[in-house]
């Protein structure tokens, strides 16, 4: 085996800066060297995983001399879960290091020329800001080097989260510091009753026991909706744990569950069943209520949602016919509504489009128009000919940014403003490149989401070029 495809490890390494996804650079051998878990001005051991003729990969084995900016992890899950990866890094480094990978991926990697970047939005509170959470039954628990040395067994039933790059065992989480109280009582409640009733939970390899995943949302109110998705159709079981579930939490408002026989975790497919209280539970964003229901596509942190679409619409002004493309539940257009005169909808999923058709009359916004189809399939010329000259274009694709064809007839309908709203400022930098040629960059603002991770919105206002 040659020495590039061999595991080695590296001493005294010092991490000179960030990278994007959360990765830090160091240089070894006249190659940059990228490491996962190391904060500028670590001195560390490492092992490389990967090495290319130009860069190579490696993984912290030790921190020889920690970092000024290093912290302790609030969490004791931290070293397992793949979930906080930035809680050795405080709050306040977390935010000028985002900003720092928007511009670098903008300007250094992009090209793009900006005209202002305007400060970054940090998250008023860095936990406790998701609105929904997703926990997975196990009865194969992934453990540590120190557990398996200790002679903890694989064989446990156990709910918590995937480890990183393992799919069939599972971290069992005492506490997570995401989203607030009752969800972590509520988890903990559900093993214990399943332990002291002898139900089943999944093995995730064999496609067996009931069950599966447990979700949870919240509003700002503090109501919660529960959805219990089991693997197994066994009505009397289900039917106990939801009854002890209600009794013993009155905050949970709207309870459900799904039956998942599939070999894959998505419920999009299938129908919820409706065991006791409403059959949604409804969140206000500004002025406009949604309704959030078992399968509702929605912001996972509204007060932070709120601060991203005020950026969105100061950037797209006042407008008369305004395009919202990836709309989701129609979340931004709506938020938005009262800025122009006509508002357009596209999103690919459908049950989004008839939630943000519902949130619409439930709103009274009866001059928006919502369509489902694919985005490079529904706006063709003709669409754009039938509902009116774009003033402005909202897009907000998914991480893999925009299709090409899509981009094509951006420049061929020549909107005067586009705002591009993205999770990943390197597909958002490509995309806007390719637009470069008939629409200048004015404007570029970033919003932090999710503290405690890498991820990062930015906002971009694009203006046609005179």
């Known amino acids: 085996m040659s020495r590039r495809r061999k595991k080695f490890v590296l001493e005294n390494i010092h991490i000179e800066k960030y990278a994007a996804e959360g990765k ?233 569950y799904t039956i998942n026989e599939k070999l894959n975790d998505s419920i999009y497919d299938l129908d919820v069943t409706h065991f006791s209280g409403e059959a949604f539970i409804t969140e206000t964003l500004g002025d406009i209520t949604f309704k959030i229901s078992p399968k509702s596509f929605f912001q996972t942190n509204p007060t932070q949602a709120e601060v991203l679409y005020d950026v969105v619409g100061d950037f797209v002004g006042e407008q008369d016919i305004l395009y919202d493309l990836y709309c989701g539940t129609g979340s931004i257009g709506l938020y938005l509504a009262k800025q122009c005169k006509k508002l357009i909808g596209v999103e690919t999923v459908e049950d989004a489009i008839i939630d943000a058709k519902e949130n619409a009359t439930n709103n009274n916004i009866e001059h928006s128009h919502f369509f489902a189809g694919d985005v490079i399939k529904v706006c063709t010329s003709d669409f754009f000919l039938e509902h009116g000259q774009a003033d402005c274009v909202i897009l907000d694709p998914p991480r893999a940014g925009m299709h090409e064809k899509l981009i094509n007839k951006l420049i061929e309908i020549k909107a005067p403003r586009i705002v591009y709203v993205s999770c990943n400022p390197a597909t958002q930098a490509r995309d806007v490149a390719l637009l470069s040629d008939l629409y200048k960059v004015t404007k570029s603002r970033a919003v932090d989401m999710f503290p405690q991770t890498h991820h990062i919105e930015n906002v971009m206002q694009l203006e046609l070029r005179s």
């Open 24 to 256: 830090s650079i160091a240089h070894w051998d006249e190659k940059v060297l990228f490491i996962q878990g190391a904060i500028p001005g670590d001195v560390v051991n490492c092992y490389v995983f990967k090495n290319k003729s130009k860069w190579a990969e490696a993984k912290i084995n030790e921190v020889v001399t920690p970092s000024e900016l290093r912290q302790e992890p609030f969490c004791k899950h931290f070293d397992l879960c793949g979930g906080c990866k930035w809680q050795m890094l405080n709050y306040a480094e977390q935010v000028k290091f985002k900003e720092q990978q928007v511009k670098e991926q903008l300007t250094h990697i992009g090209k793009i020329e900006v005209d202002e970047f305007l400060p970054i939005v940090p998250c008023e509170t860095d936990r406790l800001y998701r609105n929904k959470m997703e926990f997975t039954f196990s009865c194969r628990q992934y453990l540590s080097k120190e557990d398996l040395d200790g002679g903890e067994p694989f064989d446990k039933d156990v709910v918590g989260f995937h480890a990183p790059g393992i799919f069939d065992k599972i971290i069992d989480i005492d506490t997570c510091y995401l989203q607030a109280e009752p969800t972590n009582a509520i988890k903990n409640f559900v093993r214990a009753y399943a332990h002291e009733n002898k139900i089943s939970f999944q093995n995730i390899r064999e496609h067996t026991g009931l069950l599966r995943t447990l979700i949870i949302r919240m509003n700002k109110k503090g109501n919660v909706l529960v959805n219990i998705v089991v693997g197994e159709n066994d009505t009397e079981s289900i039917t106990a744990l939801c009854n002890a579930l209600q009794e013993k939490f009155p905050a949970i408002t709207s309870l459900h």
